[in-house]
């Protein structure tokens, strides 16, 4: 399968503004949230939840007006889970360059009508990039393991 990435671009909107007059954090959550499903569902070609969201890493605010773009991409497949990349980038409106505003990784699960998780097509790497991700979300997957052992006292 191929997996360019799904872009969203818009105009940031003064609904989306925070009591410091920059894009609110949770504005930003959602829209990545929603970026993350277009990506998953699109790969899978079936209904995914979220089951993880992680690092998440605002850079820098990003202003009100500005345009934004999100892209998203697979970088990792499990049996029924698939790891997906997220950048937010913005730009002023009146200049050519977007700058990296926020990353994260965000783990869906693709399920059936009944809500079980069904397979999802196997993601493979063909560039040394794309083996790098896919080492990233490797990583990162360890380290919920343990971060996760480290929390159960406490759930």
């Not at 671009?9 to 007059?21: A, H, K, L, M, R």
């Not at 991409?73 to 700058?99: L, W």
């Not at 083996?131 to 979300?137: D, F, L, S, V, W």
Request: charged share 25%; aromatic share 10%; proline share 4%.
């Amino acid at each position: 399968m191929d997996n360019k990435p799904i872009t969203f671009q818009f105009i940031s909107e003064p609904t989306d503004v925070n009591f410091g007059g920059n894009v609110h954090g949770g504005s930003v959550m959602k829209w990545i949230d929603q970026v993350g499903y277009a990506c998953a569902s699109n790969w899978s070609s079936s209904y995914c939840v979220t089951v993880y969201v992680g690092g998440i890493r605002f850079y820098q605010p990003i202003k009100i007006g500005e345009i934004v773009k999100l892209e998203s991409h697979v970088i990792y497949t499990g049996t029924s889970s698939m790891h997906i990349a997220i950048d937010v980038y913005s730009r002023n409106i009146k200049e050519k360059t977007f700058e990296k505003k926020t990353h994260c990784i965000i783990v869906f699960v693709a399920v059936d009508e009944k809500g079980k998780s069904v397979q999802v097509p196997k993601w493979t790497p063909t560039t040394e990039q794309e083996i790098q991700m896919q080492e990233y979300a490797i990583k990162l997957m360890n380290l919920r393991r343990d971060i996760e052992d480290e929390m159960k006292p406490f759930l």
